[in-house]
């Protein structure tokens, strides 16, 4: 099968890759670069656990094909880490405890951050939308969303509680 | 991928004339790309090429020439946050896109998909309807345009022949014509399902009568349908909450469900009357002519 060359920028970092047509872009990031954090559950569109940012938006990697990513800023889970520091919403979601098996975690997480960066100061109601897109099949979503308030409370600078 | 979806080449042309010659080249054997979310699930067998959308500028919502413009290859989250659509009839194109999927599949998904698939539940689609939208069609022939509602062909069916390509939608901008609302019935409010039933209505009054009604149908029927009979017990005449209840129990009859994973269709039609008695009376608040 012949391939596509692609430039894509995954964390901040560009790479070159060389993609068949088909190549979902989850398979890429899993696959050709190691980044195993981003999940796939039912690639169907359905679950969220194979969510990223694209140039901060979130999308499903499932149903993106990798050379639609060619030229494009993509955040993954792995991405979100300042250094050894947690970002607040790993931390939240840790001291929550909103993580059971942890499958559909970084999709939720990475969701989040795209909506937190557009939306600083969401409602409940409004972290319950963003979450409608992933599919928690351990414990339910009261603890991610109880995590997500919290992190936007620090992202802002406010109360940490 | 699975199955026989096994696509070998890739194509993101540059121009619409470029997209249109590779059409026309490949014919049943390609198939265009927009956001994904409906070829990547379906995986159709026997397309050797795609062709990316990506490149044609196709996303944009502006007005000018008395219609609001909007690119085929519009994420619906861009459709649902556009001040463009603010007022009323316009917002119900709003209301629809808000209520398609999940925020992250409108992150991805187009406008443009959402009709080409042919869908009888096509949420946007129905909202435009009402709208009285148009479709701008570019094959290899130039370009033409044809009414929405007439672009409908059946499930997954539609006016558009394998070498065209939707390039924009149109919808005459005439504002303050009108309140109008779109409903979803689903099974769970919140899931990233289908419409059992989904209505759109558009109401236009002077002084309490009806100028124009528009009631749209969806999931009811081989493709979305107008339900003319029920626009009749309304239009040239004073909208009253009787009224309205009739033209909900005609749009019914017209209504022609089957049953199937999600409802039967007994259910459906009395899902129909439902929605469009309370899609109506939104409508009607929304209407700065109507006074009930």
Redesign the interface.
Same mark, same amino acid.
């Given at each position: =099968? !012949?391939e %596509?060359s692609i430039r894509i920028c995954v964390n901040g970092e560009w790479h070159e890759l060389k993609v068949r !047509?088909?190549e &979902?872009l989850v398979d890429s990031l899993r696959e050709r670069l190691g980044l195993t954090g981003t999940k796939v559950g039912c690639g169907?569109?359905?679950c969220?656990a194979c969510?990223v940012n694209i140039n901060g938006?979130?999308?499903?990697s499932? %149903?993106? %094909?990798a050379?639609?990513a060619h030229g494009k800023q993509i955040v993954t889970i792995e991405g979100l880490r300042r250094g050894t520091e947690l970002h607040p919403l790993q931390k939240t979601f840790a001291d929550e405890g909103a993580v059971q098996c942890g499958f559909c975690t970084p999709g939720m997480i990475v969701?989040a951050d795209a =909506?937190l960066k557009k939306n600083p100061d969401p409602s409940e109601g409004e972290v &319950?939308?963003?979450l409608?897109?992933n599919l928690c099949r351990c414990t339910g979503y009261d603890k991610p969303v109880k995590a997500i308030l919290q992190a936007a409370r620090i992202l802002r600078g406010g109360n940490h509680e | +991928?699975n199955h026989g979806?096994?696509? *070998?080449?890739?194509y993101?042309p540059g121009s619409l004339g470029e997209a249109v010659a590779l059409l026309s080249n490949f014919g049943a054997k390609a198939r265009l790309?927009a956001?994904? /979310?409906d070829l990547?699930?379906e995986k159709p067998p026997g397309i050797e090429s795609?062709i990316?959308v990506?490149g044609l500028n196709l996303s944009y919502l502006r007005k000018e020439e008395g219609s609001i413009h909007i690119g085929a290859a519009t994420t619906v989250?861009l459709v649902e946050t556009s001040p463009l659509l603010t007022g009323w009839p316009y917002q119900v194109l709003t209301e629809a896109a808000g209520s398609m999927? *999940?925020? /992250?599949?409108r992150? +991805?998904a187009t406008i443009g998909g959402n009709i080409c698939n042919g869908s009888p539940a096509a949420d946007l689609s129905l909202a435009l309807m009402v709208l009285d939208a148009s479709v701008k069609l570019i094959g290899p022939k130039g370009q033409r345009t044809l009414p929405l509602k007439d672009f409908h062909g059946g499930v997954n069916r539609t006016a558009r022949r394998e070498d065209e390509l939707l390039a924009e939608i149109q919808i005459p901008w005439s504002p303050g014509a009108g309140g109008a609302s779109f409903l979803k019935l689903r099974r769970h409010q *919140?899931?990233?399902d289908v419409a059992v039933v989904n209505v759109a209505t558009r109401l236009n009054c002077v002084n309490g009568r009806c100028m124009d009604v528009k009631i749209a149908l969806g999931s009811v029927a081989e493709k979305q349908i107008l339900a003319q009979s029920a626009q009749n017990l309304l239009n040239e005449r004073i909208v009253t909450s009787e009224r309205i209840r009739e033209a909900a129990e005609c749009a019914a009859e017209e209504a022609r469900p089957i049953s199937d994973v999600r409802a039967s269709a007994n259910y459906r039609k009395r899902m129909v009357t439902v929605l469009v008695k309370r899609s109506l009376e939104t409508s009607a608040r929304r209407c700065r002519g109507c006074r009930n």
């Open positions: =099968m !012949p %596509l !047509p088909d &979902r169907e569109g359905e969220g969510t938006k979130a999308i499903l499932c %149903l993106t %094909l050379v639609q969701a =909506m &319950r939308k963003t409608s897109n | +991928m979806f096994k696509p *070998t080449a890739y993101r790309i956001g994904g /979310t990547l699930v795609l990316d990506a989250d999927a *999940t925020p /992250t599949i992150n +991805m *919140t899931a990233v």
